[in-house]
Structures are given as C-alpha cells and as structure tokens.
C-alpha cells in the first residue's frame, strides 16, 4: 500500500487550524470587497438625494449655475400634443455655464461629461414625477433664431464655451390639477446621487 | 510496496502526478479539437420536413426574381429566393431564422443576411415573429451578385443552434453554438416561372 | 482501505457539488422581474404599472385597416383581442413586453401583423385603454395570463401576470370564437 502523505507535523496541524479559523473573517472581507463595486455605482447611478433650492435662489451643480428663471402653462404652444385633462408646463432654468474647473474640481472634467444624461423633470408632493414630453419640433417653444433656448440635452451635446449664459427650456405633460403645484428637478451624471429641486415663486 | 519517504522519493511523487495531469490534459484538447472539426454536413432530403433546434423547417421552392419580389423592390440586379414552410419548436414566439439556411453559392462574397418574408394574406410583414407550434410559409430573400448567372440547381446548408440554460456572459438562457445539420439542393426556376401559390 | 475511504469521499464530495448546481435557482431567476399576480377585471398593481383587463376575444379572422381600406388577416391557429386599461402610478413607464402565456407555458408575443392598438409609453395621471392583439394555438386559449413588464430581465421590477379566467365560453365549455373580429370600427377600445 503505498502512502504519499506522511503523518502531519505539529507545526503542519498548528497552521492548518489557523487557515481554518481565518476563514469566518476572511469570506466576508472577500464578498465585502467583490460588492463594494456595485454598491458604489447603486450610489452613484441614480438620483436619489434631494437639495432643494429656494426660491429665486441660484445652485451650483455639475460645475454651472443654475437658476428657475419660469414655470407656466402653455397648452397653446403644441395644442394637438396635449391629452384632456392635461396641460403643457414649461419650464425655464438660466444657466451659466462654469469654467469646468471650478466646482467639483475633477481634473479637466469637461462640460459634456459633466452634464452628461442631463434630465429635467417635474415632481408632485406625492413623488409622483413626469419627465419632459418628446413633443417634436415645436417653434412656439424653441424658436429657430434664438440658440440659446434649448433642451438640457441638446445644450449638453454643444459644446458651449465657459461662463456663456443659456436657457434650457423644457416641457412637460401633466394633469391639470396638479400643474400648480408641482416643482422642477434637475440631475446631472456627474452629480449624482444629488439631484436638485427648485421652489416655486 | 514502497514507502515514498525523504525528499527524493517527494519529488518522485510530484513528478509522476505532474506527468499524470499533463497527460490528461492533453488528451482532452486532442477529443475536443477532434470534436470540434467540421463534419459535412448530410444530405437531406428537400421534400421533408427537417428539424434543427428551433425549427421545423420544409423547402418549398427556390427561385430567382428581378425588379420586385414579395413587396421588396430589388435596388439593382437580382434576388435568389427560397420560400419555405417554417414552424417553431420553442415555447417562445421567435425571428430567429436569419442564419438558418445559407447559399452554398450564386451570392456575392459579403453574403448578407436575407430579407425575410411572411407570406401570407397579401401583407407581406417583413421579419415577422413566429410564434410557438404555428406553421408559416416564409420567403429568404438574397440580394445576387451583379452579373452572376442564376444556377439551375443550388445546395442551401440548413443551420441548427443548441439550447443552453445559462449561457457563460451573464447567466441567460438562450440558443447558441450554430452548427450545420445538413444541406438540400434545390432545382432554381428563372425569373417569373418560380414560387408556389 | 485508507484509498477505498478516499475515493468514497470524493464521491460524496462529487454527489454534493452536483445536487448543489443542479438545485439551486439560476441567476436570471433571482434577479429577474418579481410577479404580480391578479384576475380579469381587477386592477392588478404592480410597482409602476397598474393595470385592468376588461374583455378578450377569440376570432378566426380579423378585420384590420389598412391604407384606408379594411383587411382581412388569416391564422392557422386563434386570433386573440384583450381590451385592457393601464395607467402609471408613479414616474412613466415603458412596456415592451406583452405576452400571452399558455396554460402549458408556451409565451405568444403580441402579433407584428395586426395594427398596435396600445401606446408602449404611460403617464402618470392618464389611463390608456387599448387593444392587444395576439395569434395563439388554439389549446392555449383557456387557463392563459397576460403578462405585462418593461422587459422580462429588468431586474426586480414587477410583473403583471393577470389570470384570464373570464374568457367568452361557448355551450361546450370551450373558449367561444368568432368567424370574423372586426377591428376597423373602432369597437369599444
């Protein structure tokens, strides 16, 4: 019969029962530092911590300063998009736009990265959000010979230079009843989990 | 019966596992590169029906056209069509027929991905989903080569993928590893003589 | 026998590792969307999404329009109209998948053939009602659900699953189908 391994050592035992007793401490550390990954991104992903912004009052967020400059109904401007019972809110934030080395101070992070997947919704006081209506070319909103009245997105994709000043206009479909009352928000990629809700005048 | 004892007769051991375990190891890339070396594909026969995977799939003619065939205007040249009875095994309903029969020739090199048709009310749906147990008759439509001659008769290689319930990238389940599960030939009638109706 | 024990423990070992893999549910099964169960005609609630089945329909043909003029479109097997009403409940919504499931687990994607008769797209605050329309195996008229998800991997999102037991019936117990749907007229949808 032939015998490869030979009786254990003391010494052998001693540290097989060390190995033995590390892995209690060992296998969380291991599922700890595999998960951390995805922990960070579940905060990094989403918008999930509100800051409000009062009033009249101006935000820094996403490296530009941005301020709710108008907030009316005008269900005239695209009549044939508007479902009964709902109207068409429109949204005005003035943005200017930051030298990109000011606020978050990310290396060269530029404008388009941080401005990335930029949305802007409206939500009521019960949580329920309506994100901005695909309304097509509407003139009345968007009109051609001002450039600087725009969507969030089509800003971000335009290379605007430091410190230029912008409207970024958008739309909403909501109901009428709750037209009053609900309040802009405002999320950047790079600012994430923050996201920014405004108070009506 | 010797004892393995001293350092000498230690590395003996390790040696003789080592040598073991390379031998096994490559014993088993040798099966699967034979496993894997493509076999030509059989012979079936075109006027039966003829299972792959997903589909129950039975030849029905093969043509050429030119101008307009099945509501698709042809840009320039010619289209090699093979029209087709399909039914889906799977419990899904499915379009995945883009890669199920291939031309042995008569296309131009880049091969592209035929246009498929339903056949069936006039309507002329182009990839339409079939969906599970219900038998539908199918057009294949390739663009041909400019100035190639349409072949009296043509072989087509009927493709088959295998079901894996998790696939390796992310656990899915789905339908992979295409292989060829046989070829028929089929006799090609000129312009405005093909199709069954 | 100290080898005889050796081997007898990596069978064990063997034994263990398989049953584990074998029974134990696979990823897309843990992480995929979570069912919501309901009937024909209650609001079933999922976590956006809330829906009402109101009728379904079994027919041989369907009239459909089609460039102004009205179609008939053939099946080997069952056409299926179900009006239903859904609204979101919270942020909008997507849905692209809407499945007719059989009682024997065969899953009917809504007909590429037929016109769309609802909107992938809801918003808070407006119900939509509209059609689905779906070609089944006529076995798999009774005892089917409508599942209605954004996309059957969106993980743990909900699902719709509504019971379709309220089907029309014809004298014999079986589903009572129609020769013709016409679908052109607009119905009640």
Same mark, same amino acid.
């Given at each position: 019969?032939?015998?490869?391994?030979?009786?254990?050592?003391?010494?052998?035992?001693?540290?097989?029962?060390?190995?033995?007793?590390?892995?209690?401490?060992?296998?969380?550390?291991?599922?700890?530092?595999?998960?951390?990954?995805?922990?960070?991104?579940?905060?990094?992903?989403?918008?999930?911590?509100?800051?409000?912004?009062?009033?009249?009052?101006?935000?820094?967020?996403?490296?530009?300063?941005? %301020?709710?400059?108008?907030?009316?109904?005008?269900?005239?401007?695209?009549?044939?998009?508007?479902?009964?019972?709902?109207?068409?809110?429109?949204?005005?934030?003035?943005?200017?736009?930051?030298?990109?080395?000011?606020?978050?101070?990310?290396?060269? %992070?530029?404008?388009?990265?941080?401005?990335?997947?930029?949305?802007?919704?409206?939500?009521?006081?019960?949580?329920?959000?309506?994100?901005?209506?695909?309304?097509?070319? %509407?003139?009345?909103?968007?009109?051609?010979?001002?450039?600087?009245?725009? %969507?969030?997105? /089509?800003?971000?994709?335009?290379?605007?230079?430091?410190?230029?000043?912008?409207?970024?206009?958008?739309?909403?479909?909501?109901?009428?009843?709750?037209?009053?009352?609900?309040?802009?928000?405002? /999320?950047?990629?790079?600012?994430?989990?923050?996201?920014?809700?405004?108070?009506?005048? | 019966?010797?004892?393995?004892?001293?350092?000498?007769?230690?590395?003996?051991?390790?040696?003789?596992?080592?040598?073991?375990?390379?031998?096994?190891?490559?014993?088993?890339?040798?099966?699967?590169?034979?496993?894997?070396?493509?076999?030509?594909?059989?012979?079936?026969?075109?006027?039966?029906?003829?299972?792959?995977?997903?589909?129950?799939?039975?030849?029905?003619?093969?043509?050429?056209?030119?101008?307009?065939?099945?509501?698709?205007?042809?840009?320039?040249?010619?289209?090699?069509?093979?029209?087709?009875?399909?039914?889906?095994?799977?419990?899904?309903?499915?379009?995945?027929?883009?890669?199920?029969?291939?031309?042995?020739?008569?296309?131009?090199?880049?091969?592209?991905?035929?246009?498929?048709?339903?056949?069936?009310?006039?309507?002329?749906?182009?990839?339409?989903?079939?969906?599970?147990?219900?038998?539908?008759?199918?057009?294949?439509?390739?663009?041909?080569?400019?100035?190639?001659?349409?072949?009296?008769?043509?072989?087509?290689?009927?493709?088959?993928?295998?079901?894996?319930?998790?696939?390796?990238?992310?656990?899915?389940?789905?339908?992979?590893?295409?292989?060829?599960?046989?070829?028929?030939?089929?006799?090609?009638?000129?312009?405005?003589?093909?199709?069954?109706? | 026998?100290?080898?005889?024990?050796?081997?007898?423990?990596?069978?064990?070992?063997?034994?263990?590792? =398989?049953?584990?893999?074998?029974?134990?549910?696979?990823?897309?099964? @843990?992480?995929?969307?979570?069912?919501?169960?309901?009937?024909? #005609?209650?609001?079933?609630?999922?976590?956006?999404?809330?829906?009402?089945?109101?009728?379904?329909?079994?027919?041989?043909?369907?009239?459909?329009?089609?460039?102004?003029?009205?179609?008939?479109?053939?099946?080997?097997?069952?056409?299926?109209?179900?009006?239903?009403?859904?609204?979101?409940?919270?942020?909008?919504?997507?849905? =692209?998948?809407?499945?007719?499931?059989?009682?024997? #687990?065969?899953?009917?994607?809504?007909?590429?053939?037929?016109?769309?008769?609802?909107?992938?797209?809801?918003?808070?605050?407006?119900?939509?009602?509209?059609?689905?329309?779906?070609?089944?195996?006529?076995?798999?008229?009774?005892?089917?659900? @409508?599942?209605?998800?954004?996309?059957?991997?969106?993980?743990?999102?909900?699902?719709?699953?509504?019971?379709?037991?309220?089907?029309?019936?014809?004298?014999? #117990?079986?589903?009572?189908?129609?020769?013709?749907?016409?679908?052109? @007229?607009?119905?009640?949808?």
């Amino acid at each position: 019969m032939a015998q490869i391994s030979q009786p254990a050592g003391a010494g052998e035992r001693r540290w097989r029962r060390r190995a033995l007793l590390t892995l209690p401490l060992l296998l969380p550390l291991a599922a700890a530092a595999l998960g951390a990954n995805h922990l960070y991104w579940l905060w990094h992903g989403s918008h999930i911590v509100a800051r409000e912004v009062a009033a009249g009052e101006t935000a820094v967020f996403g490296g530009s300063e941005w %301020t709710l400059t108008g907030l009316v109904a005008r269900p005239e401007a695209k009549p044939a998009a508007v479902p009964p019972g709902f109207t068409l809110l429109v949204a005005d934030l003035s943005v200017k736009v930051g030298s990109a080395h000011n606020a978050l101070k990310v290396g060269d %992070t530029t404008f388009e990265q941080l401005w990335g997947a930029c949305q802007v919704g409206v939500v009521d006081g019960q949580g329920r959000r309506w994100s901005a209506a695909k309304l097509g070319y %509407t003139p009345a909103l968007y009109p051609a010979r001002q450039r600087d009245i725009a %969507t969030c997105g /089509s800003h971000s994709l335009s290379k605007q230079p430091p410190e230029a000043v912008l409207t970024v206009r958008e739309a909403f479909l909501v109901p009428r009843d709750v037209a009053p009352s609900v309040r802009p928000t405002l /999320s950047l990629d790079g600012e994430q989990p923050y996201y920014l809700v405004f108070q009506r005048r | 019966m010797t004892e393995f004892s001293g350092l000498g007769q230690r590395l003996k051991g390790w040696l003789l596992g080592g040598v073991g375990a390379a031998i096994a190891v490559i014993v088993g890339i040798g099966l699967a590169i034979l496993g894997t070396k493509p076999k030509p594909p059989a012979t079936l026969d075109a006027r039966q029906s003829i299972a792959t995977g997903q589909w129950l799939v039975r030849p029905l003619a093969a043509y050429t056209a030119a101008g307009a065939v099945h509501g698709i205007q042809l840009k320039d040249g010619r289209a090699l069509v093979l029209e087709a009875q399909l039914v889906n095994r799977t419990a899904e309903t499915s379009s995945d027929y883009g890669t199920l029969f291939k031309p042995e020739t008569g296309l131009d090199g880049k091969r592209p991905r035929p246009t498929v048709v339903l056949l069936r009310d006039g309507v002329g749906g182009r990839s339409p989903g079939l969906h599970p147990g219900l038998g539908e008759r199918v057009a294949f439509i390739w663009p041909m080569a400019k100035g190639q001659e349409p072949p009296a008769s043509l072989a087509f290689v009927v493709n088959s993928k295998r079901y894996k319930a998790m696939d390796n990238l992310k656990g899915l389940p789905g339908w992979f590893n295409e292989q060829p599960a046989g070829r028929f030939t089929l006799a090609v009638a000129p312009p405005g003589r093909g199709g069954v109706d | 026998m100290r080898v005889l024990m050796g081997v007898v423990v990596l069978g064990v070992a063997a034994l263990l590792c =398989y049953g584990l893999q074998a029974s134990k549910p696979r990823p897309v099964d @843990l992480a995929r969307t979570v069912p919501v169960a309901g009937r024909q #005609g209650e609001t079933v609630r999922g976590r956006f999404l809330a829906g009402r089945v109101d009728k379904v329909e079994f027919a041989r043909n369907l009239k459909v329009p089609f460039d102004r003029e009205a179609r008939t479109l053939t099946t080997d097997g069952l056409w299926v109209v179900v009006t239903l009403e859904l609204e979101a409940m919270r942020q909008p919504v997507v849905l =692209y998948r809407r499945t007719w499931n059989g009682p024997s #687990g065969l899953t009917f994607h809504e007909s590429d053939r037929a016109p769309a008769g609802l909107p992938t797209g809801f918003m808070v605050g407006q119900a939509s009602r509209g059609r689905l329309v779906f070609e089944i195996r006529p076995e798999a008229a009774s005892g089917a659900s @409508l599942h209605l998800s954004r996309d059957w991997i969106s993980r743990f999102d909900s699902e719709l699953r509504i019971d379709l037991d309220a089907i029309p019936r014809d004298p014999a #117990g079986g589903p009572d189908v129609v020769d013709t749907l016409d679908l052109s @007229l607009g119905g009640d949808a």
